[in-house]
């Protein structure tokens, strides 16, 4: 590895503290530099949403403090250090006036919450919750409160709701969509986990947007696409993410939905590589822990010269939704085929078959969720 310079790991969230974990494990020597807008705490990002069932506050999230990794890792950490420009002919990353040399450079700077522009005098009471300085916000600002409106009915909106109403909170979700969870399962799954979280006493409006959240006599008023309106205290937005490209956009590197990469986690510049919530890896933008993990195992070996692609195998993904438990491995988009469904007692087994009867996917809820092992054995494995 090259003249001296280290490699560069921009992120020190779950893709760029694991990458320099596998980097260790394989070499104990090679210079590794973290460079981290915020404050370099090691923590996993999905216990963000089980904070109230796992009575945890941000404090204690954190595993780690960015000294801590240094020490474990033998890595150096800058925090509070945003990377504002990439030159690649250089081999240069630039924080403002600063610049620093890269032998490799690894961008695994995650993803943007995407912001509605929602007017009103009440919009300082809306959260988006998507790190751990997010979430003390979140946390503080709940104190003392009981009402708590979340728009967006998907994992995060979902799983949200679930953890408030184990807190004690009065919560409504409001989303345009049909049910919950309309983008991950198949619509008669997606009611099973709605239909679980009403019985524990959330409210969903679903078909509706909140257009306006104003502040009112002891909280906020959100105004819905109805007329109607929702007295709360908090409203949380959940309503997605986006990969942050603009910086790799201006370095010259190509862009689609995320950072466009090979299996090689190659970018389009040479010594130039991505993972994670920024990366769209041979297509697909995966926001979850299983494929990042993959991907840093690949990436590892590959920056300690032995070149190798990412396999994912069979990587189902679990709803923090105790209320209604859901599982679902969705089919890879290329395959062609369709859903059937099985209903027992409001729960939910929903397979994919190809067209000759093949399985490439499945969505389990409540009591099904357990056939989930022996269900992802009959998935083929990738090529
Ligand atoms: P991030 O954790 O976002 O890290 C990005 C890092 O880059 C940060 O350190 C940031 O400061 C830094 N950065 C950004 N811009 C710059 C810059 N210009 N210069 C320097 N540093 C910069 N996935 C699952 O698989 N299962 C779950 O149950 C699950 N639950 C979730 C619950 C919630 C509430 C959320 C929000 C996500 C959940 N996910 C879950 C998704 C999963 O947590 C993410 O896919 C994963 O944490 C992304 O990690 P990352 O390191 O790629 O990005």
């Given amino acids: 590895i090259s003249d001296g310079a280290p490699i560069v790991i921009i992120g020190t969230g779950l893709s760029g503290y694991s990458l320099a974990r596998e980097v260790r494990k394989l070499n104990k020597d090679v210079p590794l530099l973290l460079?981290?807008?915020?404050?370099?705490?090691?923590?996993?990002?999905?216990?963000?949403?089980?904070?109230?069932?796992?009575?945890k506050t941000a404090e204690q999230l954190s595993m780690a403090d960015p000294g801590k990794m240094a020490e474990q890792l033998s890595i150096d950490v800058?925090?509070?250090?945003?990377?504002?420009?990439?030159?690649?002919?250089?081999?240069?990353?630039?924080?403002?006036?600063e610049a620093l040399k890269y032998s490799k450079l690894v961008i695994a700077w995650g993803a943007d919450v995407v912001r509605l522009d929602i007017p009103g005098s009440g919009v300082g009471s809306v959260f988006s919750i998507n790190d751990l300085a997010d979430y003390r916000l979140f946390r503080e600002a709940l104190n003392g409160k009981?009402?708590?409106?979340?728009?967006?009915?998907?994992l995060i909106g979902c799983e949200f709701a679930n953890d408030l109403r184990v807190g004690g909170y009065d919560v409504d979700v409001v989303a345009p969509s049909e049910t919950a969870l309309t983008s991950l399962l198949p619509l008669e799954a997606g009611e099973s986990v709605a239909e679980g979280l009403t019985n524990a006493g959330v409210r969903f409006h679903f078909g509706r947007v909140v257009t306006q959240v104003d502040k009112s006599e002891?909280?906020?008023?959100?105004?819905?696409?109805?007329?109607?309106?929702?007295?709360?205290d908090i409203v949380i937005s959940a309503v997605g993410l986006k990969p942050r490209t603009v910086l790799a956009k201006n370095a010259g590197l190509e862009v689609n939905s995320g950072i466009v990469v090979n299996r090689m986690l190659?970018?389009?510049?040479?010594d130039v590589f991505a993972l994670g919530d920024c990366a769209e890896v041979d297509g697909q933008v995966m926001l979850y822990v299983l494929p990042l993990m993959a991907c840093a195992r690949a990436l590892a070996k590959t920056l300690v010269g032995q070149p190798t692609s990412v396999k994912y195998g069979v990587m189902p993904i679990m709803t923090k939704t105790p209320a209604?438990?859901?599982?679902?491995?969705p089919p890879r988009p290329d395959v062609k085929g369709a859903w059937t469904i099985e209903r027992e007692a409001g729960h939910v087994k929903a397979l994919f078959n190809d067209l000759e009867g093949g399985l490439h996917g499945f969505a389990l809820t409540g009591?099904?969720?357990?056939?989930?092992?022996?269900?992802a054995k009959l998935i083929p494995a990738e090529d």
């Fill in 35 to 55: 460079v981290t807008a915020d404050d370099g705490h090691s923590y996993s990002k999905p216990m963000l949403s089980t904070g109230f069932t796992k009575a």
């Fill in 78 to 97: 800058r925090t509070y250090t945003t990377v504002t420009r990439i030159d690649t002919d250089q081999h240069i990353v630039r924080i403002g006036d």
């Fill in 218 to 232: 002891g909280g906020v008023s959100a105004l819905l696409d109805d007329g109607s309106t929702i007295e709360t």
């Fill in 367 to 375: 009591d099904f969720t357990p056939e989930k092992q022996a269900l």
């Fill in 266 to 270: 190659e970018t389009s510049a040479p």
């Fill in 146 to 154: 009981k009402r708590v409106l979340i728009m967006g009915a998907g």
């Fill in 324 to 329: 209604c438990p859901a599982v679902v491995l």
